[in-house]
Each structure stands twice: as C-alpha cells, then as structure tokens.
C-alpha cells in the first residue's frame, strides 16, 4: 500500500457510521454546522479584539475539519480534524496565561510549548482508566481548565468561575464521545453527535469567558511589552 493510499484508507471509528459512503454518519456529520452556528454567534461579540476573531475563527474551522471526516473518513481527513481542535486549545493556553494570569507574551508563549510535554506525560495516565479509551487524548484539556480556574479563584472570581462551568461541561461532553461504542448495540445512532452539540456550546462558551474578562479586566490596563 502506497503513503497516499494509506492516508486515504476509510477510517470506521463511531458507532453511527455503517460503510465507506459519504453520507454514511449523516447526523454526525450535520451537527458540525454548531461549530460555525456558535462561531457566527461569538463574532459580533469579539469585534476589534484580534485574539477573540482568531478564536471564533478557529471555532469555526474545526466544524469544517470535523465535517470532512465524518462524511470522507479517512486519515487524511482525521488530520484535519484533529488540527484545529489543538490549534484553539494552543490559541486558548496563550490567551489563558496572557490575559488571565497577566503573563508577558513570551510568557504565554513558553505555557503553549509546555502544553506538549504536559498532555505527553497526561495521557498515559488517563488511558490507564478503563472504558476511556480514545478520549484519553483530549482528558488533560478538562484538567488544565480546571488548574486555570483554581489559579484565579481570588483574583478573578468570575472568570474562574466561568472556566469551572467550561471544564464541567467538558467532562459532560467528554463521557458522550466514550460513551458511542459502548452504547451502540441498544442505540445505533451513538452519542458522537453529542459531543459535537456540546463542544460548540463549550467553545463558545470558553470565548465568552474570555471577552468578559477581556471587558472587565483588559481594558484599563496598559499594553504589555
């Protein structure tokens, strides 16, 4: 098998997906437009602040990235799936560090490159429990929320509070990713769409947590250097 074909090798990982067709996961492919609905949403809130945009952006690609697996499903597409989701994670640490905990932007920088080694020495932790399986990936994301929140507790309690809301609600749509197999055999439909659904919301969420905070705390303050 060439590298191309390897790459384009139909990849049948979710619970609805029945065969190679394009249409073969139509509900989860469809729920990705709550990516570009909740991106659409966020932008006229994030307007003339160049790190929300970016974010919404982002948001906004990964429906597309997510859209073109769940209808070609194969290795290259998973790629694009993937990509965007750590490319918000990584945009969402240097916004985090920067503006939350009033790092420099070196600073924020060097948190983005320790986001590898973190979720390198994580995730053979969370793939230790059992049932987890492939969601073990995305389990540190949860975990590093939930140290930001705790982090701000007394110097930003409503921003901490909104990120406790956005790893809760993470931890929710996490267990419906693992749940799709698992389920499958009494509910053939699976519950990935769910974790779509819930994502978008979340993301969204997470940015409207930073615009506040943008709102309430940035604003006053001179620029850093």
């Known amino acids: 098998m060439t590298n191309a074909a390897g790459w ?4 049948d990982g979710y619970c609805e997906r029945t065969g190679p067709e394009y249409w073969s996961e139509p509900v989860n492919a469809l729920t990705n437009l709550a990516f570009v609905i909740a991106a659409a949403l966020v932008w006229p809130r994030v307007r003339g602040l160049p790190m929300g945009q970016a974010m919404a952006v982002a948001l906004a690609v990964i429906g597309v990235g997510s859209w073109l697996f769940h209808t070609h499903a194969n290795r290259l597409t998973g790629g694009l799936d993937v990509a965007p989701i ?7 640490v240097f916004a985090a560090t920067r503006d939350f905990l009033g790092a420099r932007p070196w600073v924020a920088g060097g948190a ?7 979720a390198a020495l994580s ?15 995305y389990a540190p994301v949860p975990l590093l929320i939930a140290l930001y929140a705790t982090a701000l507790r007394h110097r930003a309690p409503a921003t901490a509070r909104g990120l406790a809301i956005g790893a809760g609600l993470l931890v929710v749509s996490l267990t419906f990713r693992t749940l ?5 055999a009494a509910w053939p439909l699976g519950t990935h769409f ?3 659904v819930l994502n978008a919301i979340l993301l969204g969420w997470m940015i409207e947590v930073w615009r506040r905070h943008a709102a309430s705390c940035l604003a006053p ?5």
């Open 221 to 225: 303050m001179a620029p850093r250097r």
């Open 180 to 184: 799709d197999m698992a389920v499958c």
């Open 112 to 118: 983005v490159l320790a986001f590898v080694p973190y």
């Open 86 to 92: 750590i490319g918000f994670i990584l945009l969402y």
């Open 194 to 196: 769910l974790w779509h």
């Open 123 to 137: 995730v053979p932790v969370f793939a230790l429990i059992p049932g987890l399986g492939s969601s073990a990936a």
């Open 8 to 11: 384009l090798a139909t990849v």
